[in-house]
């Protein structure tokens, strides 16, 4: 039987343990977004939508979709900073499962 160890040079052509990645990114950004929203919602449950100007039972019914786009846009507006502690964060986890993997009894380095 041969080892079944894995290359190294295999495993730093994925990704730098220490990058940031587009798919990081996106997912920091909607975990803002979302927490913009969670936190826009409870200042439009008190807005009434009778009256002249109002939109109803419609803008009652799709407000919520309404406060996730204004949380979305805010983000792409540059956002509150959470995005990018999430993404510091996700780093900082990865190089420490990486550094972990590495003192496992068994592991290549």
Same mark, same amino acid.
Do not use: C, H, Y
């Given at each position: 039987?041969?080892?079944?160890?894995?290359?190294?040079?295999?495993?730093?052509?994925?990704?730098?343990?220490?990058?940031?990645?587009?798919?990081?990114?996106?997912?920091?950004?909607?975990?803002?977004?979302?927490?913009?929203?969670?936190?826009?919602?409870?200042?439009?449950?008190?807005?009434e939508?009778?009256?002249?100007? !109002? =939109?109803g039972?419609?803008?009652? /019914?799709?407000? @919520?979709? #309404? &406060?996730?786009?204004? %949380?979305? *846009?805010?983000?792409? $507006? !540059? =956002?509150?900073?959470?995005?990018? /502690?999430?993404? @510091?964060? #996700? &780093?900082?986890?990865? %190089?420490? *499962?990486?550094?972990? $993997?590495?003192?496992?009894?068994?592991?290549?380095?």
């Amino acid at each position: 039987m041969s080892d079944l160890a894995v290359s190294p040079s295999l495993l730093t052509s994925v990704a730098a343990p220490n990058a940031e990645t587009p798919r990081m990114r996106e997912t920091a950004e909607k975990f803002e977004a979302s927490f913009l929203s969670q936190m826009l919602k409870p200042m439009f449950e008190g807005i009434e939508t009778d009256g002249p100007f !109002g =939109g109803g039972e419609a803008e009652g /019914t799709w407000r @919520s979709f #309404m &406060i996730d786009e204004m %949380a979305k *846009q805010t983000v792409r $507006a !540059g =956002g509150i900073g959470l995005a990018d /502690t999430v993404v @510091s964060e #996700m &780093i900082r986890m990865q %190089a420490e *499962q990486s550094r972990t $993997a590495q003192t496992l009894p068994g592991a290549t380095a």
